[in-house]
């Protein structure tokens, strides 16, 4: 918050085994002004539904940060239902989830079952288009740190109704949102942040940086993709427009 030009908000993120030290984090991201959390379910242990469902509630009960629910259990093994998300209905902190469950359908199941209880974030960057067309509220994606225009106009011009001008967009954009769902997602995204200029490729440890045929390939999916740049029809118009509206 110290370093941009004007007020954003900070999600923390919490991924933990214990719940102790969850909530210390939650408490922790309190104090140091955090706008909100998103938590993961334990991570290690794969807890059954019911040792997930009390992860979740005493994370919020001890925090009065808005909370949104990780739903991701491709990559982590646990699969927060919809007979679960009606346990934690009951609790208004918990407002929203990250959709990443690859299945989009679910977005219509948890609109059918909950209406506009939780706000849905497509959290899969190659199932956005068709998340935001089936009533998804938002995009938490990856390859907007290398293309955030591009992302942005997408989600814009989706809630607007111009789907034609969003899908051109989207097929020209999935080469790259496929780099989204590989294991080295980190590295990918970040060597095409550096062919946009935004970022370096530097990544943490244990991660290490791509090198021989890997970084090559990657790299020609980013210059290709780069080469045929589309033009993006005024979308930046929509923006104050679609707050008027929310307001």
């Not at 939650?26 to 992860?55: C, H, I, Q, S, W």
Request: overall charge neutral.
């Amino acid at each position: 918050k110290q370093v941009m030009c004007r007020p954003v908000p900070v999600i923390v993120n919490i991924a933990e085994q214990s719940t102790k030290i969850a909530i210390g984090l939650a408490k922790d991201a309190a104090a140091n002004g955090a706008d909100g959390l998103m938590v993961l379910p334990p991570m290690r242990y794969k807890a059954d539904d019911r040792e997930t469902v009390e992860f979740f509630k005493a994370i919020a009960g001890n925090t009065s940060l808005p909370i949104m629910i990780y739903n991701n259990p491709c990559d982590y093994k646990i699969e927060v239902t919809l007979d679960m998300f009606d346990q934690l209905a009951k609790i208004p902190t918990i407002q929203s989830v990250k959709e990443s469950t690859r299945d989009v359908s679910n977005v219509t199941r948890m609109n059918n079952r909950f209406g506009d209880r939780f706000k849905i974030l497509c959290g899969v960057d190659t199932l956005a288009l068709e998340e935001l067309a089936l009533g998804a509220d938002g995009w938490i994606g990856g390859l907007v740190n290398a293309f955030p225009t591009e992302t942005v106009a997408i989600y814009h011009l989706m809630k607007a109704g111009r789907y034609k001008e969003a899908l051109a967009i989207y097929r020209w954009f999935l080469p790259l949102l496929e780099l989204d769902i590989h294991p080295k997602l980190v590295q990918y995204i970040k060597l095409a942040a550096t062919q946009t200029g935004i970022s370096t490729e530097y990544v943490r440890a244990p991660r290490l940086l791509l090198e021989g045929n890997e970084r090559i390939s990657v790299l020609k999916v980013i210059e290709d993709t780069l080469a045929t740049r589309p033009y993006l029809p005024d979308y930046l118009n929509l923006i104050n427009t679609q707050h008027a509206e929310r307001v």
